[in-house]
């Protein structure tokens, strides 16, 4: 089945640094690989996504990266504000049906202003 | 938002009790997860079911008894439990036959065995 890898486990940086997140996974059947935060006392939320066909993408200050020879996918978040500070989630999966998203184990991220 | 539902959000149970925790989704989505969130192994995936079928087990003791008796309910039914079981318990679901396979995930029922 597939394993996903995360690191590092916590990251400290300074509000307005940029901060990555690297994730590789086993599968290469895996196509969709998704990023949630986690803040303290809440659930997991979506906050970025890519799928297989695409190398790159960008939400405002966050932004994704695949390489799919590799098996390896990141998170680029720049600008980093306090309220970045929350754990971090990367996971794979596909779109077939009866398959569930294998997570890694997270990061934590503290952004000090 | 209220798209998956889970009760209680906090539970105590002694090792010899039997409970349950309840997973609803407002979604519309065929897909529903049980995780198990601990400090050791966060978001370790325990059950997956598909339109109402258990698709995946993952190597989850039988003292953990999902069920789910249609596709927007879910639950997990507890007995004998071990004080190692203490976590967090989220459900999740999503729309398994569709391209976007986005999760969302419930509030979670923290559980604790004493």
């Known amino acids: 089945g597939e394993n996903v890898e995360q690191h590092p486990s916590t990251l400290s940086v300074q509000e307005g640094d940029s901060a990555v997140i690297k994730c590789t996974y086993s599968d290469s059947a895996s196509n969709y690989f998704p990023w949630y935060k986690q803040e303290l006392g809440k659930r997991p939320q979506l906050i970025i996504d890519?799928?297989?066909?695409?190398g790159e993408k960008k939400d405002q200050r966050i932004a994704v990266t695949l390489n799919k020879t590799a098996k390896h996918f990141s998170l680029h978040i720049t600008e980093t504000q306090p309220e970045d500070s929350a754990v971090y989630f990367c996971?794979?999966?596909?779109?077939?049906?009866?398959?569930?998203?294998?997570f890694g184990k997270g990061t934590t991220l503290s952004v000090s202003s | 938002e209220t798209g998956v539902t889970q009760t209680p959000r906090h539970l105590v149970m002694g090792m010899t009790n039997k409970k349950s925790l309840k997973c609803e989704q407002h979604?519309?989505?065929?897909?529903m997860y049980w995780y198990k969130q601990s400090a050791k192994k966060p978001l370790e995936l325990m059950f997956v079911y598909n339109f109402k079928e258990q698709t995946e087990n993952n190597s989850v003791p039988s003292r953990f008894s999902p069920e789910c008796p249609n596709s927007s309910h879910l639950f997990l039914h507890l007995h004998t439990l071990q004080p190692e079981d203490s976590a967090l318990y989220l459900c999740?679901?999503?729309?398994?036959?569709?391209?976007?396979?986005?999760?969302?995930f419930g509030q979670g029922t923290r559980l604790t065995v004493v």
């Open positions: 999740a679901s999503s729309q398994a036959s569709s391209a976007n396979t986005e999760a969302f």
């Open positions: 890519i799928r297989s066909n695409v």
């Open positions: 996971a794979a999966g596909t779109n077939q049906a009866g398959t569930a998203l294998i």
């Open positions: 979604l519309g989505h065929n897909a």
